[in-house]
Every structure is written in C-alpha cells, then in structure tokens.
C-alpha cells in the first residue's frame, strides 16, 4: 500500500528530532507568548482539524505557563480548614490556549488547535483562527458554516473540540451520564 506525505510527516512526529526540537523551543521562549506564524509546523493535523492555505485563514502559536492552578494559602484570619490551597482550573490547557488567541484576534473565530511542545515550563499549542467575514472563506463549502451568526464567539461558549472534552461531552462509556441531559433543556428526545 501507498503511503501519502501526510502520513509520513504525522509518523516523525510520533518521535521528533529532540534537538532540532529543543533549539525551536529556545526561540520560542524568548518570543512573546502569542505570535502568528506563516505556516503551520504540523501541515498534518492542521490539515486535518480544518486548516487550508487560503485568505482569512491564519495560525498563532501560543506559550502557556504550566503548573501553578493553585490558589495561594491566605495569611490570617480564617479558619485552619478553609485556609488549604484549592485547586481552581478547571478548564484545560488547549481550551486556555484557544481563549488567549480568541482574546487577542478579537476579529477572528478559533477553529480548532494542536499541540505542538512542552518544556519544562511551557507548553506550546498553534491555534487555527478562521475570518468569518472574508469572501473566500464564505464561499468555501466546508468553512462556510462558521460565518453564520450562531457560529460567534465558540470558544468562549466552550463549543469548540477542546472546550466539550473539557466539559465532559466526549464520554463513550455507558455508566457516564452525558450533559446536559435533554429533560434537563425541556427538551423531548427524538
């Protein structure tokens, strides 16, 4: 059988070169947290989620901290028991990635994100962010759906790939209950 590019570039990134790696993430950190680059590192998953090398299509690379979702332990005046340090994150660390891309090109959509590294203390993620306003991308038959009014401001409503798994709507498991439940909206299944 055949293999195509894709599946070539998609096997060396299941073992990447660690220094040419290593060299990039360098660059990386001293860069600021959300630049947009030219092309995608990945062209496999990024074709894959949707990417296409066309107007009103851009990817940004984002930097996260990792670690430190812990509230800090208060001073004084409390209680013993309510003084221990909760952990507070409860989204994860794509979905931020896609907010603080989203927060940035306020005039674009964000439709979907890989990872590409991690460090010590960063993770690196490209997010794909879509001009919903842009011709070419209206007249796009599988990106059309996203200039639609009902399509704005997805990651902020958690509707984008990362924001469900996040929220718990990908369970394949039977004893799992998937939300929100149809009584729950009024709704009648079908």
Same mark, same amino acid.
């Given at each position: 059988m055949v293999k195509g590019l894709y599946s070539y570039v998609r096997q060396s990134w299941k073992k990447p070169d660690? #220094?040419?790696?290593?060299?990039? =993430?360098?660059e990386w950190r001293k860069s600021e947290s959300i630049v947009k680059v030219?092309?995608?590192?990945?062209i496999d998953r990024a074709r894959a989620l949707?990417?296409?090398a066309k107007k009103g299509i851009i &990817?940004?690379? &984002?930097?996260?901290n990792r670690g430190g979702h812990r509230r800090h332990r208060p001073s004084k005046k409390r209680m013993t028991k309510k003084q221990t340090p909760k952990l507070v994150l409860k989204?994860? !660390?794509?979905?931020? #990635?896609?907010?603080?891309?989203q927060k940035k090109h306020k005039n674009l959509e964000v439709l979907n994100s890989y990872n590409i590294g991690?460090?010590?203390?960063? !993770?690196f993620y490209e997010v794909i962010l879509v001009d919903k306003d842009k011709p070419e991308i209206k007249s796009d038959r599988t990106l059309k759906w996203i200039s639609k009014p009902e399509h704005t401001k997805?990651?902020?409503r958690g509707l984008t790939s990362a924001a469900k798994k996040s929220r718990g709507l990908r369970t394949k498991s039977r004893? =799992?209950? &998937?939300?929100?439940?149809?009584?729950?909206?009024?709704?009648?299944?079908?």
């Open positions: 660690k #220094a040419t790696l290593r060299t990039r =993430m360098i030219d092309k995608p590192l990945r949707g990417y296409k &990817v940004v690379r &984002v930097r996260l989204v994860n !660390y794509k979905w931020i #990635a896609e907010q603080r891309a991690k460090d010590g203390k960063h !993770y997805r990651v902020n004893n =799992m209950k &998937v939300r929100p439940s149809l009584r729950s909206w009024g709704r009648k299944g079908k």
